[in-house]
């Protein structure tokens, strides 16, 4: 008997080898990875094509082990992911963009019509041109996101920022678009972007697990899982049982922004038995430093002497019980220091005051968290509390991993901090195994940071930009202790960020999201609204008020209050979804100012549909480029163009070059040769020149080549990056090597932060230099600072870390609303991926409990109606019993146009920002690129949730 | 049995539930006509119903395509991005009943089970065991010589589509000569065969034996990223598989009590959080009944337990232990020998010699 086959079909005839023969072919094989912020990522593909099309990837597994002499760890491999895996599918996907589009009705309406690129400069430059002249450049806005366009052809996360700001337009500060920052761990150390090599996590005793990397870290949490394997203990502290609680020996099920109570709980043990290092606490912490119990400052030697140091602390030597200045240049103490004691001193003005030391008044702060009240606030029990002091009792080598959902918790400050007073009193920082981290990028950006610094024009003429870029950040940093501050005890971490700051500052273009939200945005009302504190002294716009009469923010408050924006370029952003309130506020307030909206993205995000013109990005496998480099993993990962640019899409970079030409073609048509951003002056007829570096590299592919060839041979010159191999690092180099190593110790702030050099193949951690050489740390007293002397953070009594109650944010709502990544896209890139839909529930869902849904009559899978007084929006419903009964969970980012009426859980966050993160005039309470600024929160929102009415 | 079995072990206490291992899968096996809901390899979250729906349960039953499988689910992206904003939302919709989608591969992601706060999940891969007395050969030999199947265009001699390879133990699918009668599907208490309505076969994971023959390792266990999977002979006494199987027995197969002889191990979930009593006081118990596991992975598992925490707090005093290494896996390639872990450059040409050609042919011959 035989059945007929279907001849057309050739599946369907074939044997196991000829269907085994079929994916085998291909006819090129390049390298890729997926230039995408997801962290530390990096993940070298291989990727594959036949006739012209991607058919797929697959992980190279090809990092080199280590070679440390000191140090065995297992090795990086494989690393990759589910989302990397498919994006030979997701790029040739429904909503990939192939063409500019033109809305051809009202913004939203749906009508679309294809133009020529030709049109779309045209159009697009002459509006801005329009822009320019009537309401000046800072009407310009760029919001850009991290859909990686490469690093080394348009600097940092997109061209659209370098385009921007040449225009004398407004670029906002990516880091507090998202709110990727520490603000625990900055106030702590003088800086966050500390980042230990992610194999030293496999050598601590004690992992802290917070944040959830079973989800945000799949290629590196296989360190964390192993390391149990050799002994060490992995402690999950989390209100939920989430993905990584299962993994953990012990999971603390801490009650909402309790984990401050925890810790001061865990410290109150350590001291009280004696569980301390010592050492580590006099050299390293101010501890030992002296506090007026008058007005709660630290005594200064200007307390003491008319016209004397301002900065200028004090301990007391125990050999005279006198207060002695201690070193500003050091850490290395001349004299053994006090912790414990009260002393008398006399001011300049002879009053007698009583001084105590740091340590003395954190005794007191702690009195009160005993195994009990810790208990009671935060619903960890007194034997789990044991357990934790034990597991982090001296020596114990005790590493916390976070990854960055304190800066998006309203006290998440309290919360890094609190975790930060564990580590200092043990002495886990510095050594490997130990301490916390924060995110570093970019030893590239320095290359791409030359498009956006105000290049001199001999060099543009005759010199080589990349390695003038280079070689001028380490001599600003040299230049800003030396001249600007003249002070030569201050360390390279503050002078990295000083001097950053100070030339950022001249540029007039970079400003924290923050202002754009308060001002133009409708936040400031939102934030008064929606934010009720009884713990807060003042109103956020209080706080808001205050420092920006005070001055603290001068140079970085963008576009003035006084200059609506008018045009917003988006790039490998989507801001109608990240923004908190996007498609509330955001939309409804900010979006009619604007009378341009044009997005640059490779596919369609809600905000694309929102917009006048959407231009097609190339995307990954497309062009040659770089992902972001960073000290977790010290390799840069190299994409190749395996297939031309799909349908019109053109780089970031070619499409901003094009528009900048248009610009200048149109303003010199009008007859504007000059004009004033700021104190800033643009010169019309340069800005291309400028944009090529001086006609360099121009708009071809070719160009741009060039252009990352030559980033890669300058940083490689500069010793920053080194070749797999010796041999020389060129663009070849990359496409046979696939990725380059990181070295030594580029002086770019986020690697400078780093306080230790990179030594290809062994393993890395920061904060090397305070321990071995006893460099000073770049905060205000030089060390780690437990004790926050500002002014508003006595007021608000935050000087030493406590417990306070989370806010009612959004409404008075019983149940609090919480997020994270999600496995399933990194951001909303690959969202809506087929492959990716495929393999939840197709659409939008929240973690609900069990039982309490029960209650309110809702089964798995309904949809669910989620609200506060500021919002709502429909989700699908899964029940868990690893839900809190007072929590909802909703991972990011789904696309807005997921959910029914296209309104997201981020449009029901009203996002306030903590007043006191205003602070300002303060060594380290300075803002620059990436550190400290006001973000929105968005963790424990308060909601509630029923039963929606919609069809199932 | 064959001469040499291929053997992969999962390590339950490492898997994230990341899907890696399934979308690699996918989109270098998956991607022929009428394999947008197959699937080789899944990880499903236990406990719960996993895929096909109830799976455990349903015995002799051919798995339904929409009550059990989900059906294939389509998307509506035109009609978004071609309507006013608002009007359309992207959402799924059941192909073959044009009704909302009520079942699929990952449904019950991080779900679980339990009662706050003693709620409690872990993740399972699941893939063709390559069993050593696999059901679905022996039902399909029968449904042949009863007259069933086609004759198969290879012309290698053999009268029925399944067969395990001789030289590894592989269990593959001659396409060529299936008729979809559904006996291996209804025979295999997993439920790994599944359809292809299109292509006219049931198929399922095949060891990635086109890769194995050319000395790659499966890319599902490659391209684990937590490194919880292994790959090699049980005959070699040196693999990693062998100690993990046989040395040391903490590998273990998945629902023995059905007796097929499963060649996929599992390592236990053995390091959990304990569950809590009143005010949150910790009882000292792993989360986890032992009931279930037992239940899954059957009497080896107590033993299992014992040994893995016991060599555990050897690496805690500071001692030696081959196990913990064999889990730590400091030299993760060893993990596959003798398989490459590397992915192909060059293409492989047919009938060049073994290394860098395809055998051709091989498919069911022994």
């Known amino acids: 008997m035989s059945k007929r086959k279907d001849e057309e079909n050739p599946v369907a005839n074939q044997t196991a080898a000829e269907a085994t023969q079929e994916y085998w072919q291909w006819d090129k094989c390049r390298w890729g990875t997926h230039r995408v912020n997801c962290y530390p990522g990096s993940c070298p593909f291989r990727v594959y094509a036949k006739d012209g099309h991607v058919i797929r990837e697959e992980i190279s597994c090809t990092y080199p082990e280590f070679s440390d002499p000191d140090y065995k760890v297992p090795d990086y491999n494989p690393r990759g992911c589910q989302k990397g895996y498919q994006h030979s599918i997701a790029m040739y996907g429904p909503d990939r963009l192939l063409y500019p589009m033109k809305r051809a009705g009202e913004r939203g309406s749906g009508k679309w019509e294809r133009i020529s690129w030709d049109q779309a400069y045209d159009e697009i430059a002459g509006k801005l041109a329009d822009i320019i002249q009537k309401f000046g450049p800072q009407a310009i806005s760029d919001d850009h996101g991290t859909n990686g366009a490469g690093v080394l052809r348009g600097g940092g996360e997109g061209a659209s920022t370098g385009f921007v700001s040449r225009l004398g337009g407004v670029s906002y500060d990516l880091n507090f678009l998202i709110g990727d920052f520490n603000p625990g761990q900055y106030l702590t150390f003088g800086q966050f972007q500390h980042a230990p090599g992610i194999e030293t996590w496999f050598l601590a005793d004690t992992v802290i697990a917070l944040s959830n990397p079973a989800y945000g870290n799949i290629p590196d949490i296989h360190y964390i899982l192993e390391a149990r394997y050799r002994g060490a203990k992995v402690v999950a502290i989390a209100p939920d049982k989430n993905a990584t609680a299962q993994f953990a020996d012990m999971w603390l099920p801490v009650n909402w922004s309790a984990d401050p109570a925890l810790w001061l709980g865990v410290c109150k043990i350590l001291i009280d038995k004696g569980w301390l290092d010592l050492e580590f606490m006099k050299e390293q912490t101010d501890l030992p430093v002296l506090v007026r119990v008058d007005d709660q400052r630290f005594l200064r030697a200007a307390d003491l002497h008319e016209g004397a140091d301002m900065e200028q602390f004090f301990a007391i030597d125990t050999a005279t019980g006198k207060p002695e200045p201690l070193p500003k240049g050091t850490l290395a103490l001349p004299f053994d220091c006090a912790l414990e004691g009260n002393w008398k001193v006399t001011l300049k003005d002879k009053k007698q005051v009583e001084v105590t030391t740091v340590y003395e008044l954190l005794k007191k702060r702690l009195a009160e968290y005993t195994p009990e009240k810790v208990h009671e606030i935060s619903g960890v029990h007194p034997d789990q509390l044991a357990q934790l002091a034990e597991l982090v009792k001296p020596p114990r080598k005790v590493f916390v991993f976070v990854n960055w959902n304190a800066g998006k918790l309203y006290h998440g400050d309290l919360l890094e901090r609190s975790y930060c007073y564990m580590l200092a009193l043990t002495g886990n920082v510095g050594k490997a195994g130990t301490g916390s981290r924060g995110w570093s990028a970019g030893a590239e950006y320095i290359g791409g940071a030359a498009v956006v610094g105000g290049m001199p024009n001999e060099v543009l003429e005759t010199g080589d930009p990349l390695l003038h870029a280079m070689n001028m950040s380490q001599k600003i940093q040299e230049d800003y202790r030396t001249y600007f501050k003249m002070d030569p005890t201050i360390p390279p971490a503050e002078a990295a960020l000083g001097a950053l700051r100070e030339g950022l500052r001249m540029g007039n273009t970079l400003s924290p999201p923050v202002w754009l939200w308060y001002h133009h945005a409708g936040y400031k009302e939102v934030w008064d609204k929606f934010l009720d504190d009884p713990n807060a002294p003042k109103k956020i716009s209080q706080y808001a008020e205050e420092s920006l009469a005070n001055g603290w923010w001068k140079g970085f408050v963008h576009p003035d209050k006084e200059i609506t924006p008018k045009g917003m370029l988006v790039s490998g952003s989507n801001p109608l979804r990240r923004h908190r309130g996007g498609m509330n506020t955001y939309l409804n307030t900010l979006w009619p100012k604007l009378e341009l909206i044009v997005v640059l993205d490779p596919r369609w995000s809600t905000t694309g549909l929102y917009a006048d013109y959407v231009l097609p990005a190339a995307s990954f496998y497309e062009y040659a480029d770089a992902k972001y480099s960073t000290p977790a993993t010290r390799f840069s990962t190299f994409t190749d163009q395996t297939v031309p640019m799909l349908g019109e899409s053109r780089s970031d970079r070619q499409i901003t070059l094009a528009l900048l030409k248009r610009i200048q073609e149109h303003l010199l048509k009008r007859g504007v040769e000059k004009y004033k951003s700021g104190d800033r002056e643009i010169v019309v007829k340069e800005l291309y020149w400028r944009g090529t570096f001086g006609g360099r590299y121009g708009e071809t592919n070719e160009d741009e080549e060039r252009l990352v060839n030559d980033t890669y041979n300058a940083l490689g010159k500069m010793g920053w990056f080194e070749s797999l191999d010796g041999e020389e690092l060129t663009l070849a180099n990359l496409r046979k090597n696939g990725k380059a190593w990181l070295s030594g110790r580029p002086a770019w702030h986020a690697t400078v932060v780093q306080n230790a050099d990179i030594v290809p193949g062994q393993i890395f951690w920061p904060f090397r230099d305070q321990i071995e050489q006893k460099v000073p740390y770049a905060t205000t007293t030089r060390r780690m600072e437990l004790y926050l002397d500002h002014p508003w953070f006595i007021e608000a009594d935050e000087h030493l870390v406590r417990y306070k109650q989370p806010p009612n944010i959004g409404g008075p709502q019983p149940l609090r609303l919480t997020s994270g990544h999600l496995r399933w896209s990194v951001h909303s890139n690959w969202v809506v991926s087929y492959e990716m839909l495929k393999l939840h529930r197709g659409e939008p869902f929240a973690f609900i409990n069990d039982t309490v849904a029960k209650q309110k009559g809702i089964a798995d899978h309904d949809y669910i109606r989620v609200y506060n007084d500021y919002g709502s929006f429909i989700t699908r419903a899964k029940l868990s019993s690893c839900t809190r009964p007072d929590q909802l969970v909703i991972y990011h980012a789904w696309e807005p146009y997921q959910y029914p009426n296209w309104m997201p859980y981020d449009g029901l966050l009203p996002g306030p920002p903590k007043g006191l993160h205003f602070a300002g005039g303060y060594r380290h309470y300075e803002y620059t690129l990436w550190n400290w600024a006001p973000s929105q929160s968005d963790r424990q929102t308060n909601i509630d949730f029923e039963k929606a009415n919609l069809p199932a | ?366």
């Open chain 2, 1 to 366: 049995m064959s001469k040499r079995q291929l053997a992969m072990v999962i390590n339950l206490d490492k898997c994230i539930g990341c899907q890696t291992c399934t979308v690699a899968c996918s989109t270098h096996r998956l991607n022929h006509p009428g394999t947008e809901m197959l699937r080789y390899i899944w990880c499903e979250t236990k406990p719960g119903e996993g895929w096909p729906k109830g799976w455990m349960e349903l015995g002799r039953k051919v798995p339904d395509r929409v009550r059990d499988y989900g059906g294939t689910w389509n998307f509506n992206w035109d009609e978004v991005y071609t309507n006013p904003v608002g009007a359309k939302y992207l959402h799924p919709v059941t192909k073959e009943t044009g009704e909302p989608v009520k079942w699929g591969p990952i449904w019950e992601e991080d779900q679980g089970a339990g009662q706050w706060p003693n709620g409690y999940f872990f993740y399972m891969p699941r893939l063709c065991n390559h069993c050593t007395d696999a059901p679905c050969i022996a039902v399909c030999q029968d449904h042949f010589a009863r007259g069933g199947g086609m004759p198969s265009s290879q012309g290698n001699g053999h009268k029925n589509s399944l067969h395990k390879r001789e030289e590894d133990g592989i269990v593959v699918i001659d396409p060529s000569s299936c008729d979809e009668c559904g006996l291996c599907a209804a025979e295999c208490p997993y439920k790994i065969p599944m359809e292809n309505i299109v292509a006219g076969t049931y198929e399922m994971c095949d060891f990635c034996a086109g890769r194995v023959e050319n000395n790659y390792a499966p890319v599902c266990a490659k391209s684990c990223p937590a490194r919880g999977m292994y790959f090699g002979y049980l005959d070699d006494k040196e693999s990693f598989v062998a100690k993990l199987v046989n040395e040391y027995k903490v590998a273990l197969p998945l629902r023995p009590d059905y007796n097929t002889g499963p060649n996929v191990y599992y390592i236990p979930p053995f390091i959990r959080p304990t569950t809590f009593g009143a005010d949150n006081k910790p009882t000292g118990q792993a989360d986890i009944p032992a009931d279930l596991l037992r239940k899954y992975f059957g009497p080896g598992l107590d033993q299992a337990m014992v040994t893995l925490k016991e060599h555990r707090a050897r690496a805690e005093r500071g001692e030696q232990s081959e196990l913990m290494d064999l889990l730590i896996i400091y030299k993760w390639a060893e993990a596959f020998t003798p398989f490459k872990v590397e992915a192909p450059v060059d293409p492989i040409e047919q009938g060049t010699d073994a290394g860098k050609g395809l055998k051709a042919g091989k498919g069911l011959q022994s």
